[in-house]
């Protein structure tokens, strides 16, 4: 037993370095809902800071997140974020069909490169991010998350 105590002790003082240490991707090319592709960089410049929502039409409870999506859509409008939900890890098609009639904006990432980009570790996720592409939080899924966040600022 006390063998293993400095090993597991050395375990997780190696896997916090990795984890300090990790650096973003860069900042990727995504697919807008028409079909163009758009730098993030771009689409920031044109939107400013945002509230985005990484999800999934894969997810357990996609049909129901989507009204949630839309009152986080609300709060974020509410304390003058732009709002975009980003689509991953599924064919462009699977996001088509959930969001295309929901009258929410998203964007399209194929492979999950946000998720390296922004280092988000779950799905779905909240961030609101700055205007120069700088992660300023990290939420729950939820409109009061966003509300009480803006209230702190």
Known sequence: MRIFAPLAAL????AVS????????????LVQADGTHVEWKEWLTEHGATAIVIWGSWLPEDQRDIKRLAEIRKAANGTGLSFVVIAIQEPIEASREVLDSSDLPWLHDRH????????????PALAVIDSDGTVQD??????????RWSGSK
């Open 11 to 14: 375990c997780l003082i190696a």
């Open 18 to 29: 990795f984890v300090s240490f990790a650096q973003p991707a860069p900042p990727p090319t």
């Open 112 to 123: 999950g490169a946000m998720l390296k980009h922004l280092l988000i570790y779950q799905v």
């Open 138 to 147: 990290r939420l729950e899924v939820d409109p009061g998350a966003l509300t």
